[in-house]
């Protein structure tokens, strides 16, 4: 098991770099395989309970290319004069959105990795000690997100109680309850932090996190991965040009291999156990 | 010499118009344990917040006279500098924690003080023993219920080894299981430990045979007394206290087992529960539940359950926790869909949760009440220009269930007692006993038991989905361990309240 934040952090920069960097359809998918694959083993038994929000942002962007641009030869159908969406809708706008809905789905994906596989109190430990209470609001914003998620519940249910609508337009009615929630709970984040003795002397770590071999094969591959996809890019998909995508060179495809080292590392560690009980 | 003193402390929230404490002054001997008590609203957070500097620092207004803490003056000491020294825990379980799992929630405190990694990892492994949650120690604190995050933050407040301990009504959150659990441990260390504490609690009850002093709060104004002294003189007691004031039996006994012993010149109460019948029971039937069933994800919650329920009935559904109290009454409610079986029902029912806050969220209580007929907001004239989340529970507590339940007549309310003081559960009673009056039929989840013998007039017993005993409070309650009240633990019988006992 990778538990190093330092290794995570050179995973997710490399991984976050070939999903803004490789447009390749091709290399897309792979990376989407690899990230899932790296997920699973990490994730102890937790689900991803946002995926339909998740998935819902990837479709934004091929809804708001089709129904806006009119270029392409691929013609799916035409409208008639409507502003702003009428004319031709093209299958190249439409795949050109899917392209950047993708980025954004990786983007989303890799994060969600380092959410799971990264524990806060770690990455606090290894932050240099000036960045230590920029660090600690970083780790505080990152738990708010799924608390911000559960009161989001909350309200939704507390409002079905009241008989009111529930359905996404009364998306706007959620939004100051979400707000009030949220501040209330920084409030009293803030006071625990000051009850607690937080920033008042020079700190000390409890438990800091060994270096083992698995830790540094990561950073070592992801750098690597890095060099090879920020030096050497892809050749980038535009559908408006060749609607049929180019095959992927070798070199793309190695260095997102490069970066399932984390998966990897946890089934050899599996077969090692298997073999010794065995 | 004392540990903490207050001298003449007074303070004002910012834009308020009221002080909200006034002119107080106590000392906390070392070793002592202090109970607060005081009805809601009364400055309770606000006097132990002033312990330890959150007020004025944290706060703002306006702040006069002098807090040592400690040695440290917390007008010129940061509450950052007192958190080596005195340990806080506060009221809501979950937003006291700032990391994601328990043991580097526990050296949290420690790593701030910047203590050597050996010491940290001898407390940690000495703060898991003493608060027993060794069990705890490799999860994820947002796996982790209500109680057992109390017990992680008292471990980590305690792992900087403070001087004083205070906890701002730790179990007001809580189911009472925990809440017992929670008290436990504040009980173990304040036995093995000496450990010098104030804390805020509506269960008295349950820590008054401990306590050294007693401190009261009313409007901001602090009355420090010997426990018999405040106890006699009224507010938030045991009932073993009010039947002792009855009897005259001096000095007054705090706990049951100093009880006992007087209680041996009572008369022998009946041995059979005194009849109750016709009381309210004979309403007409407004709700039937025939073969209810109901699963999450295949585990029973509610198990081929049947009920009538009548207009002018108070019913408390009372039992341990998962054993789908809430389920049936969301059934009945019709926010959930049977399974299996019906519910009929001849008029509107409505649902309180248990956390009413979440239902309160208009910028004024004018507002949440628009739409509302005028007699459901004649109650709240008073606060109509208020914001509802500044409201004490117990005025939220009220102002959720006029919104919700006001054209109901089948009130379904759950656990609407918890972190209530005495007299706004009282509050509660009288105004479900008028609206059982006019004809609802009112069923409530509790685990109070002391309120539901007084306010109930139905108890139904739930496990594992199904009902298994149903009688009047007399019959049901006399005769149980678990759900028996003080005065019913002390004289057996029927005779479940101090004013019920004949002299």
């Known amino acids: 098991m990778i538990r190093h934040p330092v290794a995570w952090c050179a995973w997710a920069t490399a991984a976050l770099a070939a999903a803004f960097i490789d447009r390749n359809p091709f290399l897309q998918a792979l990376l989407l395989l690899i990230v899932i694959n790296v997920f699973i083993p990490y994730r102890a038994g937790r689900r991803i309970r946002t995926w339909k929000i998740v998935v819902a942002l990837a479709l934004v962007p091929i809804i708001f290319s089709v129904a806006l641009s009119r270029f392409g030869t691929h013609v799916l159908f035409t409208l008639p004069g409507i502003p702003i969406i009428g004319g031709r809708w093209t299958l190249d706008a439409a795949l050109f959105g899917a392209s950047t809905g993708a980025a954004l789905l990786l983007t989303v994906a890799v994060f969600a990795v380092v959410q799971t596989t990264v524990r806060s109190a ?157 | 010499m004392p540990l903490i003193t207050l001298d003449g402390v007074g303070y004002r929230y910012p834009e308020a118009e009221r002080p909200a404490l006034v002119d107080v002054s106590a000392a906390v001997e070392p070793g002592q344990v202090i109970l607060l008590r005081g009805p809601s609203g009364s400055g309770k957070s606000t006097l132990l917040r002033c312990l330890n500097g959150l007020v004025p620092h944290s706060t703002g207004g306006e702040f006069g006279g002098r807090v040592i803490a400690c040695g440290l003056d917390t007008r010129t000491h940061a509450p950052r500098e007192l958190g080596a020294r005195i340990g806080f825990v506060f009221q809501h379980p979950d937003a006291q924690f700032v990391l994601d799992d328990v043991e580097a929630e526990l050296a949290f405190g420690m790593e701030n003080l910047g203590l050597p990694g050996p010491l940290m990892r001898k407390r940690v492994e000495e703060v898991i023993d003493q608060v027993g949650i060794n069990h705890l120690r490799r999860r994820r604190i947002d796996t982790l219920s209500g109680g057992e995050r109390q017990r992680v933050a008292i471990a980590a407040a305690l792992a900087v080894h403070p001087q004083a301990l205070v906890l701002d009504e730790p179990t007001s959150q809580l189911d009472p299981q925990a809440a017992e659990d929670v008290l436990q441990v504040v009980m173990r260390l304040v036995a093995e430990l000496g450990m010098t504490t104030v804390i805020a609690e509506h269960r008295v009850e349950r820590i008054a045979p401990f306590v050294d002093r007693i401190w009261t709060l009313d409007a901001g104004v602090l009355k420090d007394q010997d426990p018999r002294a405040a106890l006699a003189e009224g507010g938030a007691r045991p009932p073993v206290v009010d039947l002792a004031l009855r009897a005259g039996w001096t000095p007054i006994p705090l706990g049951l087992r100093d009880a006992r012993a007087y209680a041996q010149r009572l008369p022998k109460p009946p041995p059979y529960p005194p009849p109750q019948a016709g009381e309210g029971i004979s309403g007409k039937s407004i709700c039937r539940v025939e073969g ?182 007399g019959a049901v309650l006399s005769d149980s361990l678990v759900f028996a009240t003080q005065i019913s633990k002390l004289v057996g019988g029927g005779w479940l309240l101090p004013e019920q006992v004949p002299l």
């Open chain 1, 122 to 278: 770690d990455l606090l430990a290894v932050l240099p000690r000036p960045f230590y209470r920029a660090g600690t609001t970083v780790a505080l914003a990152l738990a708010f997100a799924p608390k911000t998620v559960s009161s989001l519940q909350s309200i939704r249910e507390a409002r079905q109680i009241r008989g009111q609508r529930a359905g996404w337009r009364s998306a706007p009615q959620l939004l100051l309850p979400l707000l009030l929630t949220t501040l209330e709970r920084a409030l009293q984040y803030g006071e625990s932090l000051d009850a607690r003795g937080f920033g008042s002397r020079s700190r000390s770590r409890y438990r800091p996190v060994p270096w083992t071999v698995p830790d540094v094969l990561v950073i070592v591959g992801s750098l690597a991965a890095l060099a090879a996809i920020v030096l050497v890019p892809a050749q980038p998909y535009n559908p408006y040009l060749n609607i049929l995508p180019s095959a992927p060179a070798t070199n793309g495809i190695l260095a997102l291999l490069l970066l399932a080292i984390p998966a990897i590392t946890v089934s050899l560690s599996r077969l090692d156990h298997a073999a010794h009980h065995a």
């Open chain 2, 292 to 473: 209810l069933e109901y699963r999450y994800n295949g585990v029973p919650a509610v198990r081929g359950l049947s009920l009538s329920l009548r207009r002018g009935q108070i019913t408390a559904l009372m039992g341990r926790n998962g054993s789908g109290k809430t389920t049936l009454l969301k059934l009945i409610a019709g926010l959930l869909r049977p399974q299996r079986g019906t519910v009929y029902a001849d008029a509107r029912a409505a649902y309180v949760p248990q956390d009413a806050d979440a239902l309160l969220f208009s910028a004024t209580v004018d507002d949440e009440l628009r739409g509302q007929p005028p007699e459901a907001a004649a109650p709240f004239q008073r606060w109509l220009h208020r914001y509802p989340r500044d409201l004490s529970s117990g005025e939220r507590q009220q102002l959720a269930i006029a919104v919700v339940a006001a054209q109901a007549d089948i009130l379904l309310l759950d656990e609407p007692t918890r972190g209530l003081d005495p007299l706004v559960k009282k509050a509660l009673s009288d105004f479900l006993r008028i609206r059982a009056a006019a004809g609802a039929a009112i069923v409530i989840a509790t685990h109070d038991v002391e309120w539901a013998a007084r306010t109930a007039d139905r108890i139904l017993l739930m496990a594992e989905g199904e009902i298994y005993a149903d009688g009047p409070p």
